[in-house]
């Protein structure tokens, strides 16, 4: 059965710091990955999705996250963290012919600090 | 307009009473879900619909039902609220068609959610 692990339900980071959130997904099928954000009082919002080919996602807003099959991780990264960026992080799988349902991660909340 | 409109936005209740939620879209999407959030466990499949005549079970159907009155409109209803149904509740509809081959790498778009507290 396919699952997700988010590493971390809170994450902290000063402005303009890496940030991090990692994702570990298990699944018997070689699967598609989606990150979802969340802002304040907001439904779920596309972030990236990898389905095949390469495995480095580009995103939006400066987003980007790494397939490593051998690692069974996707995890996302953004090289200099912005005020806005403050939300509510999902990391999601899904698998071939499951009728695009996700199963997703428990999220991981990012705080930025001034 | 939001493409995902879902009402009510906010909704509490006592104990016993029957709750429905709706979503309705402007997407022209087959499929629609309904999911469940809480805090600390992520978002909980409930059920699904790929069209009108075609609903599924998803990971916690238990004490929930819907409808899907068109292809634009699916509800979730709790016949009989208890206060462990207390939860934000998200619509979300996807552009696969039911005939899509590829069938895994679709892209959800959401409602902005419905709080619901059962007292």
């Known amino acids: 059965a396919q699952s997700v692990t988010q590493l971390g339900s809170h994450v902290s980071v000063s402005e303009g710091a890496l940030v991090l959130l990692r994702c570990n997904y298990s699944?018997?099928?070689?699967?598609?990955l989606f990150w979802y954000v969340q802002y304040p009082n907001q439904g779920l919002q596309l972030l990236l999705k990898?389905?095949?080919?390469?495995?480095l996602v580009k995103g939006i807003n400066g987003f980007e996250a790494e397939f490593k099959k051998s690692e069974t991780s996707f995890h996302l990264t953004k090289p200099s963290a912005h005020m806005s960026d403050a939300a509510e992080y999902f990391c999601?799988?899904?698998?071939?012919?499951?009728?695009?349902?996700?199963?997703f991660g428990q999220g991981t909340e990012l705080s930025v600090k001034p | 307009d939001a493409d995902v409109t879902q009402t009510p936005r906010n909704r509490i209740t006592k104990t016993g009473k029957r709750i429905m939620l709706e979503c309705s879209q402007t997407?022209?999407?087959?499929?629609m879900y309904w999911y469940r959030q809480d805090p600390g466990l992520g978002l909980q499949l409930i059920y699904y619909?790929?069209?009108?005549?075609?609903?599924n079970k998803g990971e916690i159907s238990d004490g929930y039902s819907v409808s899907r009155q068109a292809q634009a409109k699916f509800s979730l209803s709790l016949e009989s609220a208890i206060p462990n149904q207390t939860a934000l509740y998200f619509c979300?509809?996807?552009?696969?068609?039911?005939?899509?081959?590829?069938?895994?790498?679709?892209?959800?778009?959401f409602g902005a959610g419905s709080r619901l507290t059962v007292l």
């Open positions: 979300a509809t996807s552009d696969l068609g039911i005939r899509a081959l590829v069938s895994g790498a679709n892209v959800l778009t």
């Open positions: 699944s018997s099928v070689p699967p598609y």
């Open positions: 990898y389905t095949t080919g390469a495995t």
């Open positions: 999601a799988v899904s698998e071939e012919n499951q009728g695009g349902k996700l199963i």
């Open positions: 997407k022209g999407h087959d499929r």
């Open positions: 619909s790929f069209d009108v005549k075609d609903i």
